[in-house]
Every structure is written in C-alpha cells, then in structure tokens.
C-alpha cells in the first residue's frame, strides 16, 4: 500500500534530523536528569518540584512566572527567582487564586488564561508580586470540557490573541463515536475551533464572534508572535482516532502517523479547515476527513483552506511555543521556533512518541529549513505504551533575559535551563 511505503520512508527520514546528545562540558554540572541537547549547549535543572507546570514567561529581570493547572501552597501561579546567579532558582513564591495554562507578561502586566476569563495582574518592579486584585481582560470565553486550555500572544499593536479550542474530535454528530458522520456545517466554528483577537490594554471585555481572528483550528495553545515576519504563528493539535472510527478506511499504523501536527502562520481571516479536513504529511497536501465524505485520498473542498507551513508527527500534542530572541544562542538559532511537545496518547498498540522540544529554523519571518529535534530524553529510554509512563513531559518554553531556554514539564514540576557553552568547533 502506497501510504504504508511512505509512513516508513518518512519515520527514517525524521530519524535523520534528530541531533547529535551533547555530553557535559566543563562549565556544565551535568545536572540534567537524562535530559540533553545538540553538542556545545548546557541543560541544567532550574528548579524541582513546582507544581502541576503550564505555560512560563520570564521577565526581563530574570523572574520566572508559571501557570499552574491545580493550585499549589494557596496559589495557580509560582514566582521563581536566582537569587544568587548560580542558575538555580533558589526562591519560590505563589500567588493568585487561579489556575489555568496561558501567561504572558506585557507592559507590566502578568496575563493569565483560565477556561473562560483571562486576567492580569499589576506587577511591583521591586517584588514581582502582584499589587492589588486582578482585573478582568476578557470575560465570558466558553465553558468547555474538551480543549479548555488557553494559549494566548500579543502582536506590536496592542492586540491579545487567544485560543478557543473545539470541544470535539472533528465535529462528529456523536463526538468521537465509529462511523458518526461530521456536522455540516459544523456549528462549533461559531465559537470555538479558531483564534480571538482582543484589545490587550482594555479591561472588561466579553467573548462574541465578533472578535473571531481565524477559524477551522481545532486547537492551538501553542501561540506565538513573530515580530520579523509582524505575524502570529502556532502549531495546532490534529484530530484522533482514524481508525478506532473507521477501522476499514485506516489501518492501525496509519492511524499512529496520521494527521500531522500543523505549523501555521495564521492571518486575519484565514481558514485552516478543521473539521472538514486533515493534513497528510506523506501526501504534503489537506485531505477530505472521513466524516465528511473522505477515504484518505480524496481531497474535495479541503483545496481552498490554508496549509500549513510545517508538518509535525502527529500526535506529539504541541504545547508551547517560542521564537528564540536571545543573542546567547549561535546564530542558525536566532529567530526560530522552539516548540514544546507534550507526547502522544493515541499511537497504540504502536509506542508512544513526542516528549521533545523541536527547533524551527527562520530566516525573515519564515522557516527557512528542517525542524529538529532540540532537546530529548524527558520521557526516559524506555518505550512507552501509556504517557503515564513518561518521566517528564514538556508543556512550557521561554526565553530569558540573557538568552537561556527555559523549558517546564507537567509531570513533577521540574524546570530546565539550556545555555550555550560551547563554540563553533565542539558541535558535531
């Protein structure tokens, strides 16, 4: 079967683009629990144990912010400082009676994404504490189950954008039911499957689709701003169970590699085709979903959506994302993507995959060539049938002042700081 031949092709193919593990230099501890990076760059742990990790932001003065999903010592969010400049966080704070996955500072403030508000919190220069109660940004987003989480970014011009996941698998008139046709059209895209622009300094604000930015996104919290190509970016969720619905259209295999994890850059009014369509990484094209009509082949209405830009293994769960604006890094890294992969659930019998950070090249506010795999060995070297079997799994990505990528897991709350020790002639 053609699409078996190019699964293989393709799984060697990636194979090849992993880089080389890097062994601990000597200004490196080596202290990074298994975790690694290409040759010449130092991962350490930055801290243990925070909490259940979500997205992370970092100040310019270093200060880290965490989003927690279950609140920790009486708070949703953790406050981490280096107090010493040893590239430990040595102090830990929490505050905020929230919980939730996006944040983001922005003009003094710290945003933080709940399920159906997001909130800001006036910062003191001196303590990076909060002064006075949060104000209210945008209210009334949807109440939803399924893909609540919310990603957010904030483009030059005073813009919020966020995330409105589809609380579904691909609009089914029952929701990831065998042979359950799609809805058509489907009246989740009213208010949900897409990206929601909002003033990013005006409070009091409620949800309508009037604020719609971009739809047919089933879900993409991992958002980003590029400030070279002025653009929005992210990486959006493909759907599940091909074959557990339609076991005689999709085989087991195919079902664990399809569809990719699309890299978008997504502009006003732009339609990425959710539910209706998928994209096919080994075909490079959108292809008609089963619900509606499609067997793996035909493509039909999905020609007149937007296709993304980067195709990831599907099921990896991209979480997080950011463009790497440091000067620390060498500079094939500077303006590329990292991307924070939460690993897949749904490739059994197969093994689990994902668990990594990968790296986008840019050059000008594109990518300018293949992705890579960063940083790996979060999941541990065993393969894996269950995410629960997972070590650590990465969910957060930021840059620091100095240049450092830092990387959060959701698993136990560990923290990681990437630096760049090496030189040109110590990487492979």
Known sequence: MLRTVLLTALAIT????????????????GNSSGVSAPAGFCVEVYAKDVGALRHIAVAGDGTLYAALSRQENGGGIALLRDTDGDGRADSVRYFGDVRGTGIALHRGYLYFGETTRILRFKLSPETGLPQGE????????????????RG????????????????????????RHPHSKGMDPCPLLENHGGIWRFSADKTGQRFSADHRY???????????WNHAADALFGVMMGRDQLHGNWPELYTVK?????????????????????????????????????????????????????APLVAFPAHWAPEAMVFYTGEAFPPEYRGGAFVAFHGSWNRAPLPQQGFVVAFVPFDHGKPSGHWQVFAKGF????????????RFRPVGVAVGPQGALYIADSERGWIWRVTWTGNEGTRD
């Not at 971009?214 to 958002?223: D, K, S, V």
């Not at 070297?381 to 997972?390: C, G, N, R, V």
């Open 14 to 29: 990636l194979g090849m683009l992993q880089l080389p593990a890097q062994a601990a230099s000597a200004e490196c501890s």
């Open 134 to 149: 949060p104000q209210t940004v945008v209210a009334a987003l949807p109440d939803q189950r399924q893909h609540s989480a």
């Open 152 to 175: 957010m970014a904030f483009d030059g011009a005073g813009h919020l954008y966020v995330d409105i996941g589809a609380p579904s698998n691909a609009c089914q008139k029952r929701d």
């Open 214 to 224: 971009a739809t047919g996104l089933r879900h993409t919290i991992a958002l980003a």
């Open 254 to 306: 195919e079902n664990a590699e399809l569809p990719a994890e699309e890299f978008v850059r997504i502009d006003r009014g732009d339609n990425f085709g959710w539910p209706y369509c998928y994209y096919d990484g080994f075909r490079n094209k959108l292809v008609l979903a089963p619900e509606y009509g499609g067997n793996g082949e035909k493509v039909g209405r999905c020609k007149k959506f937007e």
């Open 379 to 390: 999941a541990g070297e065993q393969k894996l049938s269950s995410p629960s079997q997972a």
